[in-house]
């Protein structure tokens, strides 16, 4: 299963879209529950079963899934699940059990309609770049169709009802990927997070201290969503998203003054590194194409593309890479294999 | 430095992880850092949103089994799915859309201390049948009306006024 897929880059990252530079992706995701059955937390395998037939026959009747495949998560593997994850395609909450679930995926790869996860329905849909409206019209194009069809559990004061009470209201979470090396590099990033904080939007993510930095990527999204129309919520959130690339810009700004020499170094090291290297473990793969990508971006190197580099990094995550080569292996394994596929991509030139 | 989890093996992964925007530093060792899901960066932090919810709650309304004291109140209990608030505020998940309406005056204060409002502005719910459709964008127009009203926003409350007469005059032409 999904061998094909394995093959083919992500769509959502293919490094293009206003601002792809410094924003990677964006995702709508709507949490949607029908009116007549228990949340999926409590209902019984039978109601489970019963949902997704139910859920199913309206994607047919409404003709949203011609274009698609359904799969129960009964028919993914525990590996292809974590592929699916790293693929961004289901929640991690959705790989951990296994009975009762489903999801469809349409064959662009950017849409995809979990079922009893958390909720009775989990639609989303994610694009390349800052293309937030663009996916907001997508998923409320696709979210109309299926409440011809579904009685959606809505109350008239609190909007859509959710198991968790954190999603009620428009059920809506619009949240960016973004890399930000030179707000970590400036150590000026906790200022902007707990500024973004202030104004009702979540940071997620990780990274290192200091040099030991992890991707530096970051996820932006809204923290509440009841009380704020959707176009508000993304209006919202594509307006700081404006506003931290201009930190970043400025960040990388200040360092290409104050630091030119040591940000070459850095660049030019790492893509040393990621040429020659036989062994890379992934935390080192991602510091390495980070450093990599802010060398793109401030136009110091021009031997890979974004769009190589975003690829990378997708690709060297454990399950993609035995996806990949069609065969388990284990930690070991994987950080040879994976320097392998690095060097290989990056003599391509 | 030794890691933090199996204080066994050197932690040789420093992360900081980002929790409801407070920063945490964990140090461990590779074999830790990949049980608590760091080998995806794609991989969404856990969020802890049920202790949240309990912690919105409070003790105070959760009663301890057992214990009662003067002014407990019965325990109120959704009658479709069974889901009593007192577990509500264990698990931080509510059993059914009924329990929204079961615990209507308890989620109205949960919902306002999470979003700052416990009213929904957004797009109303289409529904299959279109009259239920229009008798809640009528309803909802009404309620923004009389808050219109409320805050003397009078630009805002015409224009409403107005929307809610087109509506009515739509719902009369559907029926003649």
Known sequence: ???????KPVAWIIGKGPESEIVLSSRIRFARNIADFKFPPSADTDTRDKIIEFVKASFDSSGLIDDGNFYLSTEINPLDRS???????????FMKDGTGRGVFIDNSESLSIMINEEDHIRLQVISSGLSMTECWEKAHEIDSKLSQKINYAYDDKFGHLTSCPTNVGTGLRASILIHLPGLVLTREIENVISRIAKVGLIVRGFYGEGTDVLGNLFQISNQTTLGRSEEEIIDSLAKVTQQIIEYELNSQETLMQDAADEIEDKVWRSYGILKHARVLNSGEVMNLLSALRLGVSLKLIDKVSLQQINELLIITQPAHLQKYYEREMDNNERDIVRAGLVRERLNQE | ?????????EANIHL????NNEKVVLNLCKECAEKRGFHSPFEQMPFPLAEIVSGMVGPSKIKKKGKKSKDDKPDKKCSNCGLTFSEFGHVGRLGCAQCYSTFRPELTDLLRRIHGSADHRGHVAESPTEDLKEFR?????????????????????????????????????EKS
């Open chain 2, 16 to 19: 900081t992880q980002i929790i």
């Open chain 2, 137 to 173: 964008e009528g309803k909802r127009l009404r309620d923004e009306l009389k808050k219109a009203i409320e805050d003397e926003d009078f630009e805002m409350a015409a224009e409403l006024r107005d929307r809610i007469r087109e509506l009515s005059v739509k719902e009369k032409e």
């Open chain 1, 1 to 7: 299963m999904f061998e094909q897929m394995a093959k």
């Open chain 2, 1 to 9: 430095m030794l890691c933090q989890d199996c204080n066994n093996r």
């Open chain 1, 83 to 93: 592929f699916l994850v790293e693929r961004h395609l289901i929640s991690p909450e």
